[in-house]
């Protein structure tokens, strides 16, 4: 079983200091929501896992089985199993979703065997749809220029549809239900929870409880100044829809008082 582990995090963006030492494990198999107010670091969690360069890190450690992911290319950590579902996806106009699709699975089967000539077109259609049905989206779709005048809810399932067809066994969602409808939000978790089992790690997050009923993790933490504050199950995420996060704001500043 594969271990996403993360220690002691410290991320900068233009020398201010975003992460603040910020530790994690995920296990494969594992789903685990992250919480926390605006600006507290996530979504910099989330493309730092990814090596975006604008996200420098300054200290701490992220291993993925042992290996050390921070001197990872993007494209070498995708290979190696991680995705992130990004907040907010880019349009790609004059790629199609199915030409995306197709040339990031092709890439990755290359790096595994120089040799390999692709996915043969006839098994790669037959996947897409299968993938399409899944997530209950028309297969017009696959034709259309990926993230291109697509809707909120377009895009995030969009996302999901690379998730189904990479099959990572580490996949970030940062905000992946912001800006759905109830049935999308349905959708996206039905999606979701059908790609979840002993093969993926899932890391959701989220400012709603309401995901959590359809994506059911097994830990929550709050993550507040670049660090987090708080870790528990299920009922956390519940306790904070209630009482927000004022209690751990105080409960933190007497701890670092
Ligand atoms: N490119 C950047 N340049 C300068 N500051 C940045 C940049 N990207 C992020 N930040 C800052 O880093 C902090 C953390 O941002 P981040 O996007 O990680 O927050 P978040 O927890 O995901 O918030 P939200 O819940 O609103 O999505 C914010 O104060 C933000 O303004
Ligand atoms: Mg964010």
Redesign the pocket.
Known sequence: MSQLEIKDLHVS??D?E?LKGLSLNVAQGEIHAIM????????????TLMGHP?YTVTGGEVLLDGKNVLEMEPDERSRAGIFLAF?YPVAIPGVTVANFLRSAINSRRRADNPEDKGMPIPEFRKMLKEKMDMLKMDHNFAGRYLNDGFSGGEKKRAEILQMATLKPSFAIL??TDSGLDIDALRVVADGVNALSGPELGVLV?T?YQRLLNYIKPQFVHV?MGGRIVESGGPDLALHLEEHGYDWLREKTAEETA
Request: charged share 20%; net charge negative; hydrophobic share 25%.
């Open positions: 963006i233009e201010k975003i926390g107010p605006n600006g507290t670091g996530k979504s910099t969690l989330a493309y604008n907040q940062d905000e997050i400012h993550m």
